[in-house]
T-cell receptor, first 113, second 116 residues
Framework: AQSVSQHNHHVILSEAASLELGCNYS??????LFWYVQYPGQHLQLLLK??????LVKGIKGFEAEFIKSKFSFNLRKPSVQWSDTAEYFC???????????FGAGTTVTVRA | NAGVTQTPKFQVLKTGQSMTLQCAQD?????MSWYRQDPGMGLRLIHY???????DQGEVPNGYNVSRSTTEDFPLRLLSAAPSQTSVYFC???????????????FGQGTRLTVV
């Protein structure tokens, strides 16, 4: 079974700082990749997704992620965070032609004003 | 378009009680699933369904039952609640990946369950 590893459990930043969250997965075949965000007290919302094509994908709210197949990684980035980016971020992977979405443990991001 | 609707939002149960968490989607999605979210463990798959009449176990199925009699509904039943089942539960739905349709998962608002 595939696994998803998120490197940071809790990240604390100041506003305008840059953010990078690491995500690695263990499945060797073709995968679809996602980053979800969960704001306090809310459900999960999709930030961005990668299915195929350009490995640099752009999502909502200024987030982007880069798929590096050789490293089995899908790291999330934002050049300048805002206080409203305080949330928990989840990386998720689904093997192509499978049904089950696997999540990482999540990274809590706290942005201080 | 309501998306994925879960009820109730909050529930307190006594050990040994049973209950059903409801989940409904109005997007005609084939694939529906239930996750539980616990601190430091991300979301873990409990059960999933790839269509009406078809269900299967996920990573942590013990103590839970599901059924899928219609495309729209996917209830989760706790047979005899235990304190270890205290968690936040999310229902999700998406198209079938095998059709190459959008595999983004849409999530419900969650049910916060406490078992005392």
């Amino acid at each position: 079974a595939q696994s998803v590893s998120q490197h940071n459990h809790h990240v604390i930043l100041s506003e305008a700082a840059s953010l990078e969250l690491g995500c690695n997965y263990s499945y060797g075949g073709t995968v679809n990749l996602f980053w979800y965000v969960q704001y306090p007290g809310q459900h999960l919302q999709l930030l961005l997704k990668y299915f195929s094509g350009d490995p640099l994908v752009k999502g909502i709210k200024g987030f982007e992620a880069e798929f590096i197949k050789s490293k089995f990684s899908f790291n999330l980035r934002k050049p300048s965070v805002q206080w409203s980016d305080t949330a928990e971020y989840f990386c998720a992977v689904i093997p192509f032609n499978d049904y089950k979405l696997s999540f990482g443990a999540g990274t809590t991001v706290t942005v201080r004003a | 378009n309501a998306g994925v609707t879960q009820t109730p939002k909050f529930q307190v149960l006594k050990t040994g009680q049973s209950m059903t968490l409801q989940c409904a989607q109005d997007m005609n999605h084939e694939y529906m699933s239930w996750y539980r979210q616990d601190p430091g463990m991300g979301l873990r798959l409990i059960h999933y369904s790839v269509g009406a009449g078809i269900t299967d176990q996920g990573e942590v199925p013990n103590g839970y039952n599901v059924s899928r009699s219609t495309t729209e509904d996917f209830p989760l039943r706790l047979l005899s609640a235990a304190p270890s089942q205290t968690s936040v539960y999310f229902c999700a739905s998406s198209y079938s990946p095998s059709t190459r349709a959008n595999t983004e998962a849409f999530f419900g608002q969650g049910t916060r369950l406490t078992v005392v």
